[in-house]
């Protein structure tokens, strides 16, 4: 297997996932190229993590889900959630960490009377122990001369599993392992995000066979649906009012307007087509999610366009609130007939 073609297969299952407005998670990934190309799902991985350290497929956390994405065709400032390092190089940091901070209290208890009881490593206060930025380069260096855990890749890399939560800086810049443990198989860990509401869904797992079959299906009724960001139902939102959910068609997301901060004009032109959530939008014309430094969102009706497909071109970026043509067509139409004019 060329790691070439192996590469072109992995960013064009990433696509096509992104295409069909599903997370191209690593499940996905793997069964996808499994099917269409017979690459074993180990070697998707292991090569899908060398990518990522390439940084030619971004890794990112989003909502408590991990998802990864084609680096060519999105713009890092405007990428949604946190970036992650590959699962190759969150393990090496932290064993890293992990065995800097074991020699640190070997040589410690060494200059301690035998008889004292220690205090167990899950139960240290962030603020013991742990390794600087240069001790842990070392680590690396005298491992292997030409790793790539140089001090500035370190540097960003910590950054991120600081981010992710599993690691705290500790006193005079030392780092150390949170309490929590890392595991490869499950790295949804969810955690709140500033700027939106954080999400409280119940996530169920769809399962298939006789008894799912067999299960009743039950009716609920449209105001006893709950929002997903604060759980109360269409028929009380936070404000005590009772406020119809906007659902989004790709991935049935269920929210209020008002939890989405929308005007009460955006909200009622959101409801008159099929609504789509911020992770499942996509353009309006040409119905693609790529580009998304130019995608566009109306400020009247929500929809999404690319500043090309949009008619007429959108030739500058908007730095405020901006309104598509057609929205602005019909509210001019509005605005004359409450006048009187022809």
């Known amino acids: 297997m060329a790691a070439v073609n192996s590469q072109a297969v992995i960013l064009d299952a990433i696509d096509s996932l992104r295409k069909r407005k599903a997370r191209p998670d690593l499940e996905r990934i ?26 030619t497929v971004i890794k990112v956390d989003y909502k408590g889900n991990t998802s990864y994405r084609n680096a060519a065709k999105w713009c890092r400032s405007r990428l949604s959630g946190s970036q992650l390092n590959s699962s190759d190089a969150t ?5 890293a960490i ?29 603020e013991e122990g742990g390794a600087t ?3 842990i380069e070392k680590f690396f260096v005298d491992e292997d001369p030409d790793t790539k855990f140089t001090q500035s890749y370190l540097q960003e890399a910590i950054k991120r599993e600081i981010g992710a939560g599993r690691i705290f800086t500790a006193k005079e810049g030392r780092y150390v392992l949170a309490k929590i443990v890392y595991s490869h198989e499950n790295e949804n860990t969810q955690k709140v995000k500033r700027g939106r509401p954080p999400l409280k869904r119940k996530r169920i797992k769809k399962t298939h066979g006789p008894d799912f079959e067999q299960e009743p299906v039950v009716k609920i009724s449209v105001w006893d ?29 269920k929210v209020h307007p008002s939890c989405m901060k929308y005007s009460k004009q955006l909200a009622e032109r959101s409801r008159l087509s099929p609504w789509q959530c911020i992770d499942c939008k996509t353009c309006h014309v040409c119905e693609d999610a790529g580009d998304a ?9 929500d929809k999404g366009y690319h500043m090309a497909c949009h008619n007429p071109t959108v030739e500058e970026k908007p730095s405020g609130k901006w309104v598509c043509e057609l929205c602005a067509s019909e509210d001019m139409e509005v605005y004359s007939n409450s006048t009187g004019e022809n």
């Not at 939102?237 to 119809?244: A, P, S, V, Y």
């Open 30 to 55: 793997c069964h996808m190229v499994e099917r269409k190309n017979g690459i074993r799902s180990m070697d998707v991985i292991r090569e899908l993590n060398q990518m990522v350290d390439a940084e």
């Open 91 to 95: 393990r090496a940091i932290l064993a």
């Open 98 to 126: 992990e065995k800097l901070t074991a020699k640190d209290d070997q040589s410690t208890r060494s200059g301690q009377a035998q008889s004292l009881p220690q205090p167990r490593k899950a139960d240290r206060a962030p």
């Open 133 to 135: 930025l240069e001790e």
């Open 225 to 253: 649906q709950k929002c997903d960001y604060c759980t109360l139902p269409a028929s009380c939102n936070k404000f005590g009012n009772k406020e119809e959910l906007l659902v989004c068609k790709d991935c049935t997301l």
């Open 293 to 301: 430094d130019t995608l566009l969102f109306c400020d009247s009706c």
